[in-house]
């Protein structure tokens, strides 16, 4: 292939990229629990100048480590406190990461398997919501990503390039501030097995003194700082409840059986995920014939093959089960199917792949036509489902291509399917069912600067919108005319204890069983003096 027409694919592919990391990131709302509340703690952190211990309505939040709230603040900053603001941040994670991991497979592979590999990231829309979300997960993505990457470097050049062991340990150092000690453990499991299996264990150039100290001042620093300041007690209460408490059971009913991590990862990855086990068939038993006794390719599949299925298997043991967790396998596995696509003479698989395809797109649609017809408040817009049949369309290019034989447009076309996809969910779909949500259904009645008081539990979202804490109802500061946001359930309880009240709106809660219910109070319950 001539330079200026590969040039030009690498252009239209990455602007395509880019469009798909970025669609949509100022039209949703701030309105997801872990979104609002990761949202709400960066603008904390912002407006009370105290950079170490997060807070969420204006309650210390031990969660996760600050890493993601400082780029929320940057993007304050830059773009102002908004949704775009909180997201954009985590859009160029997604970006870099992917121009990263492009980068290392052409000079692992070659243009054809990057273009591959490209595809793949484009077709990939559980990536793409997942870079759409204000949660530290991009970052730990980004961070672990290319950690191992450089790691791998490292390894590659036997311990002579030092420069890379700086690199992997501070890009670790800022995973382990993303999201906690357990970058740092699927880095040492990874790195000691894939060694293992290479009969090179050698431990002691990974305890080179200076870079080391560069990974525990990054790594360390805050965590040192928040544990003096707070006598230990975040440090306890993150390590302890949302680490071990999280990996040994179940948290916010996220439980299940181990399948479920993998069920996470097939669907994250479908269709092309069912060639995943051709794929090591192709890989390792044909021993990748064309690149001969090049030590470094055939390394480095056995690498992403390990780094992989080491994040699905370690996150299989874990109780806590959630479809983000899995996420930092899928350059990996993306990896080794762009090679088995690019290497493959065949085009056979393409056949399967676009079947696949063809009822993914009918599925989505005609599913999503039926299952919002079922869900009363969002009944009326389930016309919005139709509109993923556009998908068709690449896919009818896509089998011209496949019965050409020209294998490299035929995935193409069911590449662009997928990203048609995703960009309908991020611009028109899920914008207007977004409006539906109970935050902005009900924000002519409190956004008028109204006293407001929260009762047992509300959508943290209200917090972001609002713009500053909401205090919990208090019997000696409440008055008549005050605002009060709860949920339908508890009004039976906020009754007994005397309180007399007006229902003002009473909406559900978007694809979810809570019902947010906007109230004013009449009264509060009379105080006994005597006691």
């Known amino acids: 292939?001539?330079?200026?027409?590969?040039?030009?694919?690498?252009?239209?592919?990455?602007?395509?990229?880019?469009?798909?990391?970025?669609?949509?990131?100022?039209?949703?709302?701030?309105?997801?629990?872990?979104?609002?509340?990761?949202?709400?703690?960066?603008?904390?952190?912002?407006?009370?100048?105290?950079?170490?211990?997060?807070?969420?309505?204006?309650?210390?939040?031990?969660?996760?480590?600050?890493?993601?709230?400082?780029?929320?603040?940057?993007?304050?900053?830059?773009?102002?406190?908004?949704?775009?603001?909180?997201?954009?941040?985590?859009a160029l994670a997604g970006l870099v990461c992917m121009l990263v991991c492009a980068k290392f497979v052409k000079a692992q592979f070659g243009h054809r398997v990057t273009f591959f590999f490209l595809l793949l990231i484009a077709a990939n829309i559980h990536w793409m919501v997942q870079f759409h979300m204000a949660v530290p997960d991009p970052f730990l993505i980004l961070f672990l990503t290319t950690s191992y990457l450089y790691g791998f470097k490292y390894y590659e050049s036997k311990y002579q390039v030092i420069r890379y062991q700086y690199y992997s340990y501070l890009l670790l150092g800022l995973a382990v501030l993303s999201k906690g000690p357990v970058a740092l453990?699927?880095?040492?499991?990874?790195?000691?097995?894939?060694?293992?299996?290479?009969?090179?264990?050698?431990?002691?150039?990974?305890?080179?003194?200076?870079?080391?100290?560069?990974?525990?001042?990054?790594?360390?620093?805050?965590?040192?700082?928040?544990?003096?300041?707070?006598?230990?007690?975040?440090?306890?209460?993150?390590?302890?409840?949302?680490?071990l408490s999280r990996f040994s059971s179940p948290m916010e009913g996220h439980g299940g059986s181990f399948l479920k991590t993998w069920l996470f990862v097939f669907i994250g990855l479908f269709p092309f995920v069912i060639f995943l086990p051709k794929a090591m068939h192709f890989l390792y038993v044909k021993k990748l014939r064309e690149y001969g006794d090049s030590i470094s390719k055939n390394s480095f599949l056995l690498f992403a093959t390990l780094?992989?299925?080491?994040?699905?298997?370690?996150?299989?043991?874990?109780?806590?089960?959630?479809?983000?967790?899995?996420?930092?396998?899928?350059?990996?596995?993306?990896?080794?199917?762009?090679?088995?696509?690019?290497?493959?003479?065949?085009i056979s698989p393409l056949i399967y792949v676009w079947g696949l395809s063809f009822l993914f797109v009918l599925t989505l649609a005609f599913g999503g036509y039926f299952g919002l017809a079922e869900i009363t408040y969002l009944s009326d817009h389930k016309h919005l489902a139709l509109y993923f049949l556009a998908g068709l369309f690449p896919l009818i290019f896509s089998m011209i291509f496949i019965r050409k034989n020209q294998k490299l447009k035929a995935f193409a076309g069911i590449s662009i399917s997928y990203a048609?996809?995703?960009?309908?969910?991020?611009?028109?779909?899920?914008?207007?069912?977004?409006?539906?949500?109970?935050?902005?259904?009900?924000?002519?009645?409190?956004?008028?600067?109204?006293?407001?008081?929260?009762?047992?539990?509300?959508?943290?979202?209200?917090?972001?919108?609002?713009?500053s804490p909401v205090e919990r109802l208090d019997l000696s500061s409440a008055k008549s005319g005050d605002l009060i946001i709860s949920r339908k359930r508890y009004l039976q309880k906020l009754d007994t204890e005397g309180y007399s009240y007006q229902i003002l709106a009473e909406e559900n809660d978007l694809f979810e069983s809570p019902i947010t219910v906007i109230l004013r109070l009449n009264s509060p319950p009379q105080r006994d003096e005597h006691k």
């Open 185 to 243: 453990l699927l880095y040492m499991i990874t790195f000691i097995l894939f060694m293992l299996f290479q009969k090179r264990l050698n431990l002691k150039p990974w305890f080179r003194f200076f870079p080391l100290c560069l990974f525990i001042l990054v790594a360390g620093s805050w965590y040192a700082l928040v544990g003096m300041t707070t006598g230990g007690n975040w440090l306890g209460e993150f390590f302890l409840k949302h680490n």
């Open 1 to 90: 292939m001539y330079k200026p027409k590969r040039t030009f694919i690498y252009s239209v592919l990455v602007v395509i990229i880019i469009l798909l990391h970025f669609s949509g990131t100022a039209k949703l709302s701030i309105y997801a629990l872990d979104e609002a509340k990761n949202a709400v703690a960066a603008f904390e952190m912002y407006e009370s100048n105290d950079y170490l211990l997060p807070k969420f309505n204006n309650q210390p939040r031990y969660d996760k480590p600050p890493l993601h709230y400082y780029f929320f603040i940057i993007g304050y900053k830059i773009f102002g406190y908004n949704a775009f603001g909180a997201r954009f941040f985590s």
């Open 420 to 467: 048609v996809a995703s960009l309908l969910f991020f611009l028109s779909v899920m914008p207007a069912l977004d409006q539906q949500n109970p935050v902005l259904l009900t924000k002519s009645i409190w956004d008028k600067g109204e006293r407001i008081y929260y009762y047992e539990n509300f959508n943290p979202a209200f917090v972001f919108y609002l713009q």
């Open 307 to 346: 780094a992989g299925f080491i994040i699905l298997i370690f996150f299989s043991f874990a109780s806590t089960r959630l479809p983000n967790y899995t996420v930092p396998a899928y350059p990996w596995f993306m990896m080794l199917l762009a090679v088995y696509f690019g290497k493959v003479k065949s």
